[in-house]
């Protein structure tokens, strides 16, 4: 799962994907809209891979809660974001049982489940285990690179000036 480039911007309602870097800002698209605007640095803007969720253990990464959604779920969507406080809780509780009750609020549960539903209609949502077989297929197929007549280019003596 590729969350590195997906925002989450305080004040702003959605998810977002990093576009460019501007002079004093972020240039990112909402994944619903495809509108395209400015995050400035008074914005606190969140990489969605930066993002843990607290546990009476360690902190587990946002992918990994959003593995652990998937698997339960069986690849389908999520409860609904707006479901009472209690059966957010208990649904979350079913996913991670261990998750801290006191650091996560039901507002945080609710995010996540609105997260993760937002990006399961995107098909933004991979599993890691896809992610490095993918990669090791590319790296087998590839072939090296030969070395000789590409790589070398014959260097031309520069010309004299002309003085006028």
Known sequence: MILKDILAISGEPGLFRFIAQGKNSLIVEHLETKKRSSAFGSAKVSSLEDIAIFTDKEDIPLAKV????????????????????????????????????????TSDIKKIAVWYNTLHKLNLLLKEEAEPASEAAETEVSKPVKKGKAATKKKKPAAPKSKE
């Open 66 to 105: 959003f593995d652990l959604i998937y698997d339960k779920e069986n690849g389908n969507l999520a409860i609904d974001g707006k479901t009472d406080g209690s059966k957010l809780k208990a649904w979350f509780e079913e996913i991670l049982p261990d998750y801290d009750k006191d650091k996560v609020y």
